[in-house]
Every structure is written in C-alpha cells, then in structure tokens.
C-alpha cells in the first residue's frame, strides 16, 4: 500500500490547537501559582518555566492563566488556569469514551499544548507519550475529572487512564483508545474521528463489512494509517479475519475507503 504522506488536508503542524484538555471541577481549577508549588516535589514534570498570558509571555498587567512546564526535555504550556477563563469543551456527545458523563455546567477545563518547539512532532509516539503522561500527573495532583483528546472524541475518567496508559508502555503500539473513536454513519458504515490530526485522512468501514467484529478492525485500520500516512493510491490490507480488504482513497482525498476484497 502506499506510504506516501504529503501531509494534504492535515491542520498546519505550526498551528499549536487546543487538542488535549483537562476537566476540573466547576470550582477546582488551580492557579498558575498552584502549580508551580506542585512542580517542587512532584514526579511528573522536571521544571516549571515561565508564566504566561493568553499562552504567551507573562504581562505584568494582566492576569496570569498559564505555566510552561518541562517533561524529559520537551517543553508544553498549560493553559486556562485559574483565575482566568476556562478552555471551551468541544461538543463529545455528553459522554467520554471510559464511560463518564461529561457536564459542561460542572466542569471548567484547561489545556495543556505543545510547546512551539515540538509542535511539529505531534505524529511522534514518544512526544505523544510523555504528553499524556505529564497530563496525567496534572489530573491526578489537582483532582481533575477527566481528560479529553479532542482530535479524536475521545473522553476518559481519570480513574481509568492510568490502564490505557499502562498497557500502551506495555505493548508499545499506538494508543488507539485514547486518539480515536469509530461512530456510525446513517448509511452504515463506521467513520473514524481522529485520524486525520495525523494523516489528513478518515477512514470508512463501508457497510458490507460492519459486523459484530468491526473493533479490531477499526483498530488496525488506524494503527496501520498512522504509520502509513496520507493514501493516494488504492492498496489491500489483511483484516483480523484473514480476509482481503481493499483501501480506496476517496475522490476528495478526505477519506479512505475499507471494502471486501
């Protein structure tokens, strides 16, 4: 199948979007302050850096919403901190993917992004990897709700990230729990909802092939796309089954579609 991954109809990699939220309560968001005191003992980050302003530097008339923060060399900025406005939540459906409701009048939410320096890496399973890990450390210590991977409409308990986490350090594949969800279409297919942040392209499990197994299959439709990058030729892949399936980029170039054969 081709490989090719001219990146066409993915967002800028410059353009550092609001991707990985993370749900307090109404009135539990911590300050910038908060913290900073959190990073003198805490395991999951290495150094705090500057504070921030709208997610750039500090002004000292304004109020501070923010804090730079270092995990094994790669820098992110957390945003959306106490006292000043919350992250807006992206309409999920009112439920996260682990099971737990997510209530919008309950909940504020911050960001954490990608430091300029790396945002370009965002494809990267390490940088992905320490992403999540720092943002669970944050979650847990302040008591978050949940986080949201909002590329994907992928919402989940606090309680039940630390085993996503666990088997992907275990396994070393890609986390495709917490990148993606797999909704049905009206005309009965299943559409992936996260893909394209990496390749610029979803996928469509066409209708003959939705069945009482379609998971595994979505899942290494994804896993295999996400190496493989943008398609622009039609190529077969192996389904779990052991069945041939055939990828066929759509005449748009948005989607890949998955048919028999």
Same mark, same amino acid.
């Given at each position: ?9 993915? &967002?800028?990699p410059r353009q550092i979007g609001d991707d990985l939220l993370i749900l307090f309560p109404y009135d539990r968001r911590p300050t910038a302050r908060q ?18 302003? &709208? ?7 304004? /109020?501070?919403?923010?804090?730079? =923060? ?7 900025? =957390? ?10 939540v992206p309409e999920l459906g009112g439920r996260g993917s682990g099971g737990g409701d997510i209530v919008p009048s309950r909940t504020l939410a911050a ?16 940088? $992905? ?31 039940? $990230?630390?085993?996503?986490?666990? @088997? ?10 917490? =990148? ?28 003959? $092939?939705?069945?009482? @197994? ?17 398609? @622009? @030729? ?5 389904? #779990?089954?052991?069945?041939? $399936? ?11 579609? /998955?048919? #028999?054969?």
């Amino acid at each position: 199948m081709s490989g090719m991954s001219d990146k066409r109809g993915m &967002n800028d990699p410059r353009q550092i979007g609001d991707d990985l939220l993370i749900l307090f309560p109404y009135d539990r968001r911590p300050t910038a302050r908060q913290v900073r005191a959190a990073c003198e003992t805490a395991d999951f980050v290495d150094a705090d850096g500057p504070e921030l302003v &709208n997610g750039r530097g500090h002004a000292h008339i304004a /109020v501070v919403d923010g804090i730079s =923060l270092q995990r094994s060399g790669l820098v992110f900025d =957390l945003v959306g901190l106490a006292p000043g406005p919350a992250i807006p939540v992206p309409e999920l459906g009112g439920r996260g993917s682990g099971g737990g409701d997510i209530v919008p009048s309950r909940t504020l939410a911050a960001s954490l992004r990608l430091g300029p320096h790396i945002s370009a890496g965002r494809n990267s399973l390490a940088v $992905l990897r320490e992403w999540f890990a720092i943002t669970q450390g944050i979650a847990t210590h302040f008591d978050a709700v949940m986080i949201c991977w909002t590329p994907g409409g992928v919402a989940i308990p606090i309680d039940k $990230l630390g085993p996503h986490l666990a @088997e992907w350090d275990a396994r070393g594949q890609v986390p495709v729990s917490l =990148l993606a969800s797999f909704p049905y279409t009206l005309d009965g297919a299943i559409q992936s909802h996260g893909l394209r942040y990496f390749t610029g392209q979803e996928f469509r499990i066409e209708s003959p $092939l939705v069945g009482a @197994e379609e998971t595994p299959l979505a899942r290494l439709l994804f896993s295999h796309l996400f190496f493989a990058g943008t398609q @622009e @030729e039609t190529g077969q892949l192996t389904a #779990p089954d052991g069945h041939a $399936l055939r990828l066929q980029p759509s005449d748009n170039g948005r989607y890949v579609r /998955v048919w #028999p054969g």
